[in-house]
């Protein structure tokens, strides 16, 4: 079985160790060997991988855009998918809606004063306040740059379309963002959201979870499956919980490289077990 990953951070694993960084590219794009696609290729006897995904990325980047980042121009994800392809999962559509650069740019508010240190910081994870925004968004009331829920579905069809045309026999896998903030989540020393900003990305988190199921419905029949992990972390894995499938934010941890209000390690393994079992029934492999 072939597998190709494509998406953002929530895919590729930054900061979990081991990164790839055999190559410019492969640094760019902030990939984990460890990230939930290579734990599935490694659960099923003679799979094997390949990973396009890249932090930062949108969903215009996996299609179409060459993504800039600040070691290396990498390619629309798609040029790189083989025609032979079984399996496709994809998570992506955050960085189109501004979530990640949006909750680490008002977490670092009052704690990284120089706005110039704090834009190197965002650009060497791949995000920026603009990013999502490629052809119609804007800033919101939130302060948020994005588009639109429907353009993220519109724009997770357009990808579809793309990966079937490429690959007709692919299976594709959506895999939704894990919950960063759910009911027990606070106010800590990890988490320096008050309870408004808290919602305003929980609602946003709706908005791009509400996209996924959008998409799959207009590609109903074609081999589309949405893998729910958003409402299982929310409920038992957000910050707070005893047991967080995402990290926490601290300056320390932000100035140092790491990937605030990501999935960790033990999220990457939650995700995989959950698309594992979903992979094996749809693709009619023994357990």
């Given amino acids: 079985m072939h597998i190709a990953a494509l998406g953002s951070s929530f895919a590729a694993g930054p900061s979990i160790p081991p990164q790839q960084t055999s190559t410019p590219a492969a640094a760019a794009a902030r990939r984990s060997a460890a990230n939930y696609a290579s734990l599935l290729t490694a659960s099923l006897p003679g ?18 855009d060459p993504q800039e980042t600040l070691l290396a121009t990498l390619p629309p994800q ?6 032979d392809v079984d399996v496709v999962t994809l998570t992506a559509g955050g960085n189109d809606l501004g979530y990640s650069a949006g ?3 008002d977490a670092a508010t009052g704690t990284v004063r120089d706005e110039g240190v704090l834009g190197v910081v965002l650009g ?12 119609g968004g804007g800033d919101g009331e939130d302060g948020i740059v994005g588009v639109s ?34 009911p027990a989540t606070g106010c800590a020393d990890d988490q320096p959201l008050n309870e408004v900003r808290v919602e305003v990305y929980r609602a946003l988190a709706r908005d791009l979870k ?4 959008l998409a799959a419905e207009r590609r109903r029949g074609v081999g589309v499956e949405v893998v729910g992990v958003a409402d299982l972390s929310e409920r038992e894995h957000a910050l707070g919980s005893a047991e967080p499938w995402v990290t926490g934010f601290t300056v320390e941890g932000l100035m140092g490289g790491g990937a605030p209000f990501h999935p960790n390690a033990e999220g990457h393994r939650g995700v995989a077990r959950v698309l594992e079992e979903r992979v094996r029934s749809v693709m009619g492999l023994q357990v």
Avoid at 78 to 83: C, D, N, S, V
Avoid at 153 to 170: L, M
Avoid at 210 to 213: I, L, Q, V
Wanted: no cysteine; net charge negative.
């Fill in 47 to 64: 799979a094997k991988l390949t990973d396009l995904s890249a932090s930062g990325a949108t969903l215009l980047n996996v299609l179409s």
């Fill in 78 to 83: 798609l040029e790189g998918l083989p025609a």
């Fill in 103 to 105: 909750m680490i740019g």
């Fill in 124 to 135: 060497g994870m791949g995000l920026g306040r603009g990013d999502g925004d490629g052809d």
């Fill in 149 to 182: 829920k429907d353009e993220v579905a519109s724009r997770f069809v357009r990808v579809i379309d793309a990966i079937k045309t490429r690959a007709p026999q692919a299976r594709i896998f959506l895999v939704e963002y894990l919950a960063v903030f759910g």
């Fill in 210 to 213: 509400d996209a996924y199921g």
